[in-house]
C-alpha cells in the first residue's frame, strides 16, 4: 500500500476545514490534492481523531504483512505437498 504523503494532523485539517464549510476546490488547491483524494479522506477518516487515524494505518500496514506472511506460508506449503507426492 503506498504511503500518503500527508501526516495524519494534516489530513484531520483537511476533513476540519471541508467541516466547517470550506469549498472543497480551495481546501485542493491549498494542499495540491483532487477533489477525489479529499472526498476519499472524509470518507475513509471522517468522525476520527489523529489519534485514532494513526492507529487505523498502523493497523493496516500490520494487515498487509501478516496477508503476506500468510502467502509465503501457503507457497512452502504447496512445496511441501509437491515434494511428498514425488516420493
Same mark, same amino acid.
Given at each position: 500500500?503506498?504511503?500518503?504523503? =500527508?501526516?495524519?494532523?494534516?489530513? =484531520?485539517? !483537511?476533513?476540519?476545514?471541508?467541516?466547517?464549510?470550506?469549498?472543497a476546490?480551495?481546501?485542493?488547491?491549498?494542499?495540491?490534492?483532487?477533489?477525489?483524494t479529499?472526498?476519499? =479522506?472524509?470518507?475513509?477518516?471522517?468522525?476520527?481523531?489523529?489519534?485514532? !487515524?494513526?492507529? &487505523?494505518?498502523?493497523?493496516?500496514?500490520?494487515n498487509?504483512? &501478516?496477508?503476506? !506472511?500468510?502467502?509465503?506460508?501457503?507457497m512452502?506449503?504447496?512445496?511441501?505437498?509437491?515434494? &511428498?507426492?514425488?516420493?
Amino acid at each position: 500500500m503506498k504511503k500518503s504523503k =500527508f501526516t495524519e494532523s494534516q489530513i =484531520f485539517e !483537511m476533513i476540519k476545514k471541508s467541516e466547517a464549510g470550506v469549498i472543497a476546490a480551495d481546501i485542493c488547491r491549498e494542499y495540491g490534492i483532487s477533489s477525489a483524494t479529499l472526498y476519499r =479522506f472524509k470518507a475513509q477518516y471522517s468522525g476520527m481523531d489523529p489519534s485514532m !487515524m494513526k492507529r &487505523l494505518r498502523e493497523l493496516e500496514d500490520e494487515n498487509v504483512r &501478516l496477508k503476506r !506472511m500468510y502467502a509465503n506460508a501457503q507457497m512452502d506449503n504447496e512445496i511441501l505437498k509437491e515434494t &511428498l507426492k514425488k516420493i
